[in-house]
């Protein structure tokens, strides 16, 4: 995702020693003179206009600032000297950046009054008119949040989950006795007493197909029916003709008392997804034939022009009679299919579900 810089505003920070509110480039209380301590963190001002003074800008691009090691003067990252005692800055200590301090607050506040004379005061305003003293934070407007949304629950009754349970449940014992019931096995001697077998040709043919596909993406013989522009993909990165889409811009401390206001974007790529009809090979008939005799063979129709074999499929039976009691029988292959000649004795490992797992010879 793409950070894009907005543009600038001002900050601001409160004196642990008076509680006076401060703009973010004062180094020093305006109250009490005091330093800004390296702990004191920068905050989101109740209105922010972008800055336009270009001095200012540069140094808040240039790095955080930095603290002195001696006396703690806040000083800008480009200094080398400390403006306060001269001391050197090289083992200074940058303020931190890089925190988001809120969303970008543009709209306009309303006025405040002085908690001590009681006059009215632009909302943006740190100090009374009328008396000087300090407008705490409390009497200043937050930021509007939204109200917490209660949600109803939406849980099922009890009846609901009762039943829902006992569904499960029927579900998970059948599911069970399946698989007890398919792997209980017993040998029976069977009989056989038929054969047969099923060969299948599947035809298809060349129809046209409606289909849909990126112009890069299609076919020389594609029939083109219509095409329009659709989103292709999102990327990080611009690129020509890319609809750029950004979210909420919100504002992020430099370190330097000023504020940074981005906004995350993507960019989406648009291209022509097109409607187009081309020749597919297509199932257009399947071509069976069947017997009960150990000389299968394969079917042979004629194709037209537009026509060819697709997949083969061939399928063998033996039909057993154990006791009175009839079992089928399906062999992998041709070469074991012939081995059931008729009246021959085999073996069978059946199921409680009837169904043959095995055979042997009985001989």
Avoid at 108 to 136: E, I, K, W
Wanted: hydrophobic share 35%; glycine share 6%.
């Amino acid at each position: 995702m793409t950070k894009k810089t907005v543009g600038y505003v001002h900050l601001e920070w409160e004196c642990p020693s008076c509680g006076t509110r401060n703009k973010g480039i004062d180094k020093m209380c305006r109250n009490c003179n005091a330093a800004q301590p390296d702990d004191v963190q920068f905050e989101q001002v109740a209105q922010e206009t972008l800055i336009k003074d270009e001095k200012l800008i540069a140094q808040a691009k240039a790095g955080p600032d930095v603290h002195c090691p001696f006396c703690g003067t806040r000083n800008p990252s480009t200094a080398d000297q400390c403006s306060q005692c001269l001391a050197d800055l090289s083992e200074a200590k940058a303020r931190q950046a890089g925190q988001v301090v809120g969303a970008h607050q543009k709209s306009a506040v309303p006025d405040v009054a002085c908690s001590f004379c009681g006059s009215m005061n632009d909302g943006t305003a740190l100090h009374c008119v009328q008396c000087g003293a300090a407008l705490p934070k409390s009497n200043r407007p937050e930021p509007a949040q939204a109200a917490p949304q209660v949600k109803r629950a939406t849980g099922m009754s009890k009846t609901t989950r009762f039943v829902l349970f006992g569904i499960l449940g029927l579900v998970v014992i059948a599911c069970i006795t399946f698989i007890v019931l398919a792997n209980r096995t017993e040998e029976v001697v069977g009989e056989v007493e038929g054969v047969s077998w099923e060969y299948s040709v599947q035809i298809e043919a060349l129809t046209p197909v409606e289909d849909q596909a990126w112009r890069d993406q299609l076919a020389d013989d594609a029939d083109i029916v219509s095409c329009r522009q659709e989103l292709r993909r999102t990327q990080q990165n611009p690129a020509p003709g890319a609809r750029e889409v950004c979210g909420t811009p919100y504002t992020v401390d430099t370190g330097t008392g000023v504020g940074e206001v981005v906004q995350d974007c993507v960019y989406e790529v648009y291209d022509e997804l097109c409607t187009y009809t081309e020749l597919q090979w297509r199932d257009f008939d399947l071509v069976t034939l069947t017997g009960d005799d150990f000389s299968p063979e394969w079917p042979n129709p004629t194709l037209a022009q537009n026509q060819r074999f697709g997949e083969e499929t061939e399928t063998y039976e033996v039909y057993f009679n154990a006791d009175g009691r009839s079992y089928t029988y399906r062999p992998d292959d041709f070469n074991e299919y012939t081995q059931f000649e008729d009246g021959s004795r085999w073996i069978l490992e059946v199921n409680a579900l009837n169904n043959v797992r095995s055979v042997t010879s009985d001989r």
